[in-house]
């Protein structure tokens, strides 16, 4: 079981706590690195740099962090691959991408980034995207106690898990806000544009695609036949909806 508390502390700013954790910064360039770890330790967040995939693979052995900021340019390899080493429940990741790295973004999708900024990124940026992810996060995990049940899943919003059967099925945050929001409404058909807009919100690298690759990835890990989906399923020249099991 994770819970994404783990590692937070509370700051005071303009008289309301804000959330304060750790996040893994993954960039190539020394002096972008310095001034990006500047403007994040400015808000009180812990900074793990890393200047290589080699680097940020042994920080995420023996560190917890909650953000993993990875640029795609890295002197040994590219930071998609970075991005499926970091992996794991209850971190989001967010990758720095070029306008040329096209393939990559294609790639950094199917791996399963949750964020995308251009690169190379403003601190400013930065820094208000790492607050609007943590705001995210309390949000969920204070804004919606409700267990939900589904047939054999149980989806828990406090707690952020789903189990199924009673095992625990591991969910990057996205998945798990993706699941949640088909869950909360099941049998309603969700436009892939409505999941979009409530699961990514104005991201400028993501497109209807994306949210296929994001089923996609649920149905593998909830033991959903993709030939034959009967958890999520797919409504042609609409988008998706979850559904509950008629016994």
Do not use: C
């Not at 149980?154 to 189990?163: A, G, N, Y």
């Amino acid at each position: 079981m994770w819970i994404y508390s783990l590692g937070w502390r509370l700051r005071s700013e303009g008289g309301r706590g804000v959330l304060s954790a750790s996040v893994l910064l993954v960039i190539g360039d020394d002096e972008e690195r310095l001034h990006l770890r500047r403007a994040l330790s400015g808000e009180g967040w812990r900074v793990i740099p890393a200047g290589s995939g080699s680097q940020a693979r042994q920080m995420a052995g023996r560190e917890d962090f909650e953000i993993a900021v990875v640029d795609n340019r890295l002197p040994d390899e590219r930071g998609f691959q970075v991005i499926s080493a970091v992996q794991k429940p209850g971190v989001s990741t967010v990758a720095l991408l070029r306008d040329e790295d096209t393939m990559d973004r294609i790639v950094g999708i199917e791996l399963g980034a949750d964020y995308y900024m251009r690169s190379p990124v403003n601190p400013r940026e930065l820094v208000a995207r790492v607050k609007q992810i943590f705001r995210k996060r309390e949000r969920a995990g204070d804004g919606d106690s409700g267990r939900i049940f589904v047939g054999e899943l149980e989806i828990d919003p406090d707690q952020v898990q789903v189990l199924k059967n009673g095992k625990e099925v591991l969910l990057s945050p996205r998945e798990f806000k993706l699941l949640h929001t088909l869950a909360r409404s099941p049998g309603r058909v969700f436009p892939r544009t409505a999941l979009l807009r409530q699961v990514w919100g104005e991201e400028e690298y993501i497109d209807e695609r994306t949210v296929n690759v994001y089923v996609q990835r649920l149905r593998n890990k909830l033991g959903d036949d993709p030939t034959d989906p009967k958890l999520i399923e797919t409504v042609r020249g609409f988008g998706y909806r979850l559904v509950r099991p008629t016994n």
